[in-house]
């Protein structure tokens, strides 16, 4: 396949990367996954995707970017100075997005409270500064998508990654023209099924694909690494498993799963 990949959600500040980040950089390439966004977690995470982008930007220019936010499972560390932090952080030219952000009521490491708050403050940052959204939700599609249809108007664009949901939920936030990433979750059988019934129902300008390495390795891989890590090099292989449940070739998917993450993410 000669088409390039874009890679939306990896945790490359995760200790598992430590001591191969090069390494693991130019496997994405080989693999031909030639621009990869780093997700930002908390305001220590963002702060380290960011320095990431800046040390490896002239060894592999223009590949790494950054999204700044904290995660819902975070968001009882949220306050006044974490937005004013995140505002700073967003100025930076290697940050495209705000998040990662949403509500995660199903492990709930973080009140409802402290999440919902937390979500709303980033959704207005991502409002004045006109930037995409990059969102997490899991077990809270209900009021996750109360809030936002309180705020559609007022941001850009927005993804919800690593989507899981039923086909309501699904429909919902394609109804808010939000964007869909799709993980190595759909490669699981047994996990991915309902998934896999869904996946030709999302509109080709509306799919964006994503490893999240280090977790979620694609279970369609041959030859699976002793270390189970995922990592960007990977991401051909949720290509491959999301390309056997639609009418799109390969080529056609690259191609358009990168135009589409191009766009929103204007890189």
């Given at each position: 396949m000669t088409e390039s990949l874009i890679d939306i959600g990896v945790n490359l500040?995760?200790?598992r990367f430590k001591n191969d980040i090069e390494d693991s950089l130019q496997r994405a390439l080989d693999a031909n996954v030639t621009q990869i966004i780093l997700t930002g977690t908390s305001v220590a995470e963002s702060e380290a995707v960011i320095h990431l982008c800046?040390?490896?930007e002239q060894l592999y220019p223009n590949m790494l970017f950054a999204t700044v936010g904290?995660?819902?499972?975070?968001a009882n560390e949220y306050g006044h100075q974490t937005l004013t932090t995140l505002e700073e952080l967003a100025n930076h030219k290697a940050v495209v997005a705000i998040g990662e952000t949403g509500l995660d009521f199903n492990r709930k490491f973080s009140s409802e409270s402290d999440q919902i708050a937390a979500f709303e403050s980033q959704l207005e940052l991502a409002s004045n500064t006109q930037m995409p959204l990059f969102m997490h939700e899991r077990d809270a599609a209900k009021r996750q998508l109360e809030i936002l249809r309180d705020y559609r108007d007022h941001f850009t664009q927005g993804v919800i990654h690593c989507f899981t949901g039923d086909p309501e939920t699904l429909f919902s936030y394609l109804?808010?023209?939000l964007h869909i990433g799709?993980?190595?979750?759909?490669c699981d059988e047994k996990r991915g099924r309902q998934l896999r019934s869904l996946i030709s129902n999302i509109p080709l300008?509306?799919?964006m694909i994503e490893t999240d390495a280090p977790y979620l390795l694609p279970k369609n891989i041959p030859e699976k690494p002793k270390s189970r890590r995922n990592e960007p090099s990977f991401l051909p292989w949720v290509l491959k498993e999301i390309a056997n449940f639609r009418e799109e070739t390969l080529?056609?998917?690259?191609?358009?799963?990168s135009a589409t993450a191009k766009k929103m993410f204007n890189i």
């Open positions: 500040s995760n200790n800046e040390k490896y904290v995660h819902p499972h975070h109804d808010l023209d799709i993980t190595g979750w759909i300008n509306r799919l080529e056609e998917l690259a191609r358009e799963t």
